[in-house]
């Protein structure tokens, strides 16, 4: 996934994953699975997505979409329909910590396969 399409892919899910905690109850999605797995998905595929878009600033990627996690359950508290947890919170975090650590795994590969196929390339030359 290149930055042009991660960059924008990341944000609008964090977007949406804004839009869909601080709204009214009534217009949160309905899914099969149970809250919590719905939380720590979304917040997997951000944190994957936000890894792919910023592969050198993933400390500071991490620090702020944990933090954000936590943030954006806080802001709960301005909705009549809706109540923050801390429970809530956390499983948010421990699925962009997840998607996170997928998305570092996944640099990491990608940079060694680059530098493998750059020695590959001069040892041909």
Avoid at 30 to 39: A, K, L, M
Avoid at 73 to 92: G, I, N
Wanted: net charge positive.
């Amino acid at each position: 996934m290149t930055n042009k399409i991660a960059k924008p892919l990341a944000w609008l899910l964090l977007a949406f994953i804004l839009f869909v905690t601080v709204s009214p109850i009534g217009l949160r999605p309905h899914t099969i699975e149970t809250p919590d797995i719905d939380r720590a998905l979304a917040y997997l595929v951000a944190g994957l997505a936000f890894a792919l878009a910023y592969p050198k600033q993933w400390k500071t990627v991490a620090i702020l979409l944990i933090c954000g996690a936590l943030a954006i359950e806080w802001l709960q508290y301005f909705s009549p329909t809706r109540h923050p947890r801390f429970h809530d919170a956390a499983v948010k975090a421990l699925g962009a910590s997840l998607g996170l650590i997928v998305g570092w795994i996944f640099n990491k590969w990608r940079e060694a396969k680059t530098e493998t196929n750059a020695s590959a390339e001069l040892a041909r030359r």
